[in-house]
């Protein structure tokens, strides 16, 4: 489009706010940040993902994914997440004893990490949501992910993904929604951590 149809007073005020842009390297409602060139790849190519990577940061932060996949620490003001493990998952070095026996109407434990749980399904850990390769979303695609989701399934073919996973939750999500949690995760710094495979119900109490 080469007509421009905006009236003279949009027009005088479209390049009022562009002076105030230039003097003072801000525009109304819009940090400065937002006009900066995307960041480049490491080839020098525009990095594309930007948008969808920051769209995904947006949408895991929201949607409690930190609560469970980040071991939780003793912080000076109680419980938080330790960053340094973000979305690592339950750490693979946590020695855990069998899971305590509950009272009717009390069905499920938690870990103080949040990372543990159990269960009438017996004992679930979070996964490592990291892109690392062996213990990790590292050899993953989005297609694997979204299934994932969209299936209650591993990678969509493999074995049910166990409570307190909200997978129905997050049924809700669009695959787009999903592609973008997905390249966010993808862009995380990798962390090795395998996390333990989830055990039975009969395993899940110690024994009388
Ligand atoms: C209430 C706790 C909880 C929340 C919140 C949660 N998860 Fe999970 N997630 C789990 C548990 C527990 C498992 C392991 C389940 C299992 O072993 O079957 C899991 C497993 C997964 C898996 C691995 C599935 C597989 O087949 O290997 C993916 C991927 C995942 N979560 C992604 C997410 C994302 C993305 C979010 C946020 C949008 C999220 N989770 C939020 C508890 C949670």
């Not at 007073?9 to 109304?28: D, E, H, I, K, T």
């Not at 855990?96 to 990490?113: N, S």
Request: net charge positive.
């Amino acid at each position: 489009m080469t007509h421009d149809t905006r009236s003279a007073p949009r027009r005088a005020a479209a390049a009022a706010a562009a002076a105030a842009v230039a003097a003072f390297g801000f525009a109304l409602g819009a940090p400065v940040a937002a006009q900066a060139p995307a960041p480049k790849a490491k080839d020098g190519k525009a990095n594309l993902n930007l948008d969808k990577v920051a769209r995904g940061k947006y949408l895991v932060s929201t949607s409690a994914c930190m609560d469970c996949h980040t071991p939780w620490k003793m912080g000076p003001k109680g419980p938080e997440p330790d960053l340094s493990l973000t979305l690592s998952g339950h750490p693979e070095k946590m020695t855990m004893p069998p899971a305590p026996k509950l009272q009717e109407p009390w069905v499920m434990a938690a870990a103080g990490t949040n990372t543990a749980w159990a269960g009438p399904w017996g004992v679930s850990f979070t996964a490592n949501l990291t892109p690392d390769p062996d213990t990790g979303l590292g050899l993953w695609t989005e297609r694997d992910f979204v299934a994932t989701i969209r299936t209650g399934r591993h990678m969509g073919r493999g074995r049910e993904v166990l409570p307190p996973m909200p997978i129905a939750v997050y049924q809700n999500f669009t695959d787009e929604d999903l592609g973008a949690i997905f390249a966010y995760l993808k862009s995380l710094p990798p962390i090795r951590n395998r996390v333990p495979e989830p055990l039975p119900p009969q395993l899940t109490s110690a024994k009388p």
